[in-house]
Antibody
Framework: EVQLLESGGGLVQPGGSLRLSCAAS????????MSWVRQAPGKGLEWVLV????????NYADSVKGRFTISRDNSKNTLYLQMNSLRAEDTAVYYC???????????????WGQGTLVTVSS | AIQMTQSPSSLSASVGDRVTITCRAS??????LGWYQQKPGKAPKLLIY???SLQTGVPSRFSGSGSGTDFTLTISSLQPEDFATYYC?????????FGQGTKVEIK
């Protein structure tokens, strides 16, 4: 059974940093691209970042480019999101999601974690 | 980035109604589109991928159609558990982009 478990959320001051983790199990982690999707309170879904199975290819939404970094450790079956220079508008539930294949697969995200809340506030 | 325009933003319907939600892409995306259902406090759930393929385990009252720029999600007979918010997502290229969402409420 595919399982994705996010952790690392919490309260952080504007301008601060936070690192989220997504622990994966139930599949061959290195074979799949992984993504982060976020949802601000009461708002819609926003796709944020992707990383290929081998970690070579990445892509970012303009809203986080230069501030957020996605990475993965395939030996630990874990996905990371390093968030720097955090702003109030980054307050959201952050979900990790897995698709059906690697970076260029275009058949949606059938697997999601439960989400972790990041609150940016002084 | 490709813009996804979803409509309506909300609708009220009764159990048993046929419901249609549309999504329009700012450029052609072949059939690289998925539909998701989200209930409050829960992660999104994939309903349809590749515009018209039903995700395993999803009831057959859900269907998707379209190609290019115009897409439709149809619920043939709305059930109580279908009251939720629905999103389209283009997976044609990066960055992926979601529609704004459609909240389906009880009439």
């Amino acid at each position: 059974e595919v399982q994705l478990l996010e952790s690392g959320g919490g309260l952080v001051q504007p301008g601060g940093s936070l690192r989220l983790s997504c622990a994966a199990s139930g599949f061959t982690f290195s074979s799949y691209a992984m993504s982060w999707v976020r949802q601000a309170p009461g708002k819609g879904l926003e796709w944020v970042l992707v990383i290929s199975g081998g970690g070579v290819s990445t892509n970012y939404a303009d809203s986080v480019k230069g501030r957020f970094t996605i990475s993965r450790d395939n030996s630990k079956n874990t996905l990371y999101l390093q968030m720097n220079s955090l702003r109030a508008e980054d307050t959201a539930v952050y979900y990790c999601a897995r698709g059906r294949g690697d970076y260029y697969d275009s058949r949606g995200y059938p697997y999601w974690g439960q989400g972790t809340l990041v609150t940016v506030s002084s | 980035a490709i813009q996804m325009t979803q409509s309506p933003s909300s609708l009220s319907a009764s159990v048993g109604d046929r419901v249609t939600i549309t999504c329009r892409a700012s450029q052609g995306i072949r059939n690289d589109l998925g539909w998701y259902q989200q209930k409050p406090g829960k992660a999104p759930k994939l309903l349809i991928y590749a515009a018209s393929s039903l995700q395993t385990g999803v009831p057959s009252r859900f269907s998707g159609s379209g190609s290019g720029t115009d897409f439709t999600l149809t619920i043939s007979s709305l059930q109580p558990e279908d009251f939720a918010t629905y999103y389209c997502l283009q997976d044609y290229n990066y960055p992926r982009t979601f529609g704004q969402g459609t909240k389906v409420e009880i009439k």
